[in-house]
């Protein structure tokens, strides 16, 4: 076994990223990923805030600038396609002014793997089946590869992670439904408006299509209950819930409910926060959305970049102190996740009216907003 190993569970946002930063101190990291490659897919995301001066550091940014959308505001239709509200988008209207990138979330996942390949080892098409540690390290069992044993381990592996529910229980026990679905799929064809993002709302559904890098991406965002049998991986089970869902919604809803039981690349999940006493027991720590998931609504990836750099930071300044290291990482970073996750209940309202009068609010103050700048 390397001195200083530490094995990620999760390929995406913030394993990537930590691996990269792990290294960088002079750690030995393992990632493991259940993808047999990089997923392709997802709805695009921000790199803001907090992610900035980590992106900075890593020389990413001019990476990132290449292949970031084009999308500068968000047009609100009706039904007919006529355009009723217009808003710019968080990213072109913030202070940070243009150092801030919206790109798709596997252009952020590819840009930050090819800056961690060279210096971490990759596990795809495998996941982590058992896991037992003791005061000295984890052994570690995996449904592919030979056993081994590591100093560390880190479950970087999302809204349903492998790593929280062998060291801290049950999934049921810390995720909390918010009320909220989302399921997303890529169009083909050219982009009708490559600066705009479509949205068409009926009470508590919206639809939206974003022009994303000239192959566009639509999203369905409804509000409805737990779902007793929900399975995130029955993709079958899914598109039957999206269709019930949007039943009878105009504008072009028919047409990509069409395509939606035709696309290989359908994703579909609960909009769900993720909240624990702690995100360490022992030599195991959970980073991103397996510790906080925050929301649909563009910080989990700059939260997760920022995240992953004060974790590597802390256990880099306490190598011989694990538990101290995991301590100071989640004090510093529960700062940044805690008004995030406080700040849901006031993006799903804006973006997911319950009623046609809150639609038509929503609308009115939008545009008033936009006369004024």
């Known amino acids: 076994m390397s001195p200083r190993s530490v094995l990620i569970s999760g390929g995406g946002i913030a394993g990537l990223t930590l691996s990269y930063w792990l290294a960088h101190h002079g750690f030995h990291p393992t990632v493991v990923e259940r993808s047999r490659g990089l997923r392709s897919s997802g709805s695009p995301v921000d790199v803001r805030g907090p992610a900035l001066p980590v992106a900075e550091e890593m020389g990413i940014m001019p990476g990132l600038r290449d292949v970031a959308t084009q999308a500068t505001t968000m047009s609100v239709v ?44 990759f ?103 737990a779902i007793t049998d929900f399975d995130h991986r029955d993709t ?21 409910l069409e395509r939606l039981q035709r696309t290989e690349d359908l994703y579909f999940d609960s909009v769900s926060q993720v909240r624990l006493p702690t995100w360490a027991q022992g030599r195991v720590a959970l980073l991103g959305d397996a510790a ?30 694990p538990a101290g290291a995991f301590r100071r990482y989640e004090t510093e970073h529960r700062t940044l996740v805690g008004p995030k996750q406080r700040n849901i209940g006031r993006a799903v309202a804006l973006l997911i009216p319950r009623t046609r009068l809150g639609i038509a609010a929503r609308n009115i103050a939008a545009r008033v907003w936009l006369s004024r700048r």
């Open 78 to 121: 009706n039904a007919a396609g006529r355009q009723v509200a217009r808003m710019a988008m968080p990213a072109t209207s913030s202070a940070a002014g243009n150092r801030e990138v919206e790109l798709p979330r596997g252009d952020l996942a590819a840009v930050l793997y090819r800056a961690a390949r060279d210096d971490a080892e």
């Open 123 to 225: 596990l795809f098409d495998d996941t982590i089946v058992t896991m037992r540690q003791d005061e000295h390290g984890v052994d570690v069992t995996f449904d592919r590869s030979a056993p081994r044993r590591f100093d560390l381990v880190v479950g970087a592996d999302g809204l349903h992670s492998t790593v929280r529910r062998l060291a801290f229980g049950p999934e049921p026990g810390f995720v909390r439904h918010m009320g909220v679905y989302v399921a997303t799929m890529p169009l083909d064809g050219p982009v009708d408006h490559p600066h705009d993002v479509l949205m068409y709302n009926t009470p508590g559904r919206l639809v939206s299509i974003h022009p994303s890098r000239g192959r566009a991406l639509a999203a369905f965002i409804f509000r409805g209950p």
């Open 236 to 256: 079958e089970q899914h598109r039957r819930i999206v269709t019930k869902a949007y039943a009878g919604a105009g504008w072009r809803v028919p047409q990509l």
């Open 292 to 321: 906080s998931c925050v929301s649909l609504f563009g910080d989990g990836s700059s939260l997760a970049m920022a995240g992953a750099h004060t974790l590597a930071k802390a256990l880099a300044t306490q190598t011989a102190d």
